[in-house]
């Protein structure tokens, strides 16, 4: 259970990670 949580977390950070790495980029944009 632990190593699953570890491994959600993970993966959320990742996807949280790769969409605020988009952000700026259309924030400069903008």
Known sequence: MKKK??????????DLHRYTSNIPQKSLKS
């Open 5 to 14: 949580k570890k491994i959600d977390v993970i993966s959320l950070i990742g």
